[in-house]
């Protein structure tokens, strides 16, 4: 229905115009699969090198507070500094994991979208108050698909988990033989492989996403015949009135040729096909100007303004011709044609009596 009113079936290809005006909206084809991956990835590789330092500052903080522990009265005072000495060396610890993560939030978003500042989807619609609008929003083709997707991503990787784990059960049945520090260095790499295994399957699936939301974004911009035509009223006027201007203004363009007629020295014409005015003023112009030109109806009307003004009419079809057809009005007449024009105006200077 909501396509029949718009003009039939959305088959036509997105105008420069609609992409601008969507991205203008914030409609824009990004995937936070890709965003997800992509921090996911360069987490696991920073700290496989941020590890060793983030695991020795922990130890020499909880060697410091157990040492010192018996330093201290256990009050509420002392408790609150102490955590508050925590909070600090956590927060100082895990800050690089946290400004890398902003890093790759920003640089995944840039890399999907480019350079974006728009305020439009903060502004209020009161249209999504509607809660029937809602509800169907609430369970839309799209919302099914989101559902869908989630599932799949979480059965998957909980899978790839289980048998990495279930892989590692055997080995795992001897840590209660080796060393704390080797309990924790084999945890440490079982869990580097979980989670090296997980960052390849999100890699996958964001590239499919990725394909995915590019695709239903150009079918959500395609563009219906009649938008398409709408557009174009917009973008470049409609077309009844530009055709309606351009006769208003070749009107008054043969108003003012029609107007330089009767300034002219001669009227070279077809005899009655073409008819071509040209001044010429020695010493004022460098080449003969070609006042007036016209065909038809348009050349009948040149030669009745010269008669009227008793402007010479030389019939020479092939000058006429080449003039029509090389030279605009205004314009001064090219060098391979200066012999015969120059012929016919000295045939009309002797009639006048001039040189």
Sequence with gaps: MAEEESGGERTESPSAKRRDDFRKKGQVAQSREVQTAALFSVLLLFWM??????????????VMVWQRSGEYAVTISSMMKLAYYLGIA?????????????????????????????????????TKLDPIKGMGRFISKRSLMEVIKSLLKVGLIGWISYKTLKNEFGQALLLIDIPVDGTVLYLAKTAALVMAKVVGIMIVLALLDYAFVRWEMEEKMKMTKQEQKEEMKETEGDPHI????????????????????????????NPTHVAVAIKYEAGQMEAPLVLAKGQELVAARIREI???????????????????????????????????VAEILAYVYSLKGRR
């Design 49 to 62: 090198f941020y590890a060793p330092m983030f695991w020795g500052e922990l130890k020499e903080m909880l």
């Design 90 to 126: 956590m927060a100082l610890m895990l800050g690089p994991l946290f400004l890398v993560a902003l890093m790759i939030g920003f640089f995944s978003t840039f890399a999907q979208i480019g350079w974006l500042f728009t305020a439009q989807p903060l502004i209020p619609d009161l």
């Design 242 to 269: 530009k055709s309606k201007i351009r006769s208003i203004q070749q009107q008054m363009a043969r108003k003012r040729m029609m107007a330089a007629v009767p300034t002219a020295d001669v009227v070279i014409t």
């Design 306 to 340: 010269a008669r009227e003004h008793r402007i010479p009419l030389v019939e020479n079809p092939p000058v006429a011709r080449l003039l029509h057809s090389k030279v605009e009005v205004g314009q001064s007449i090219p060098e391979e044609l200066f012999k015969a």
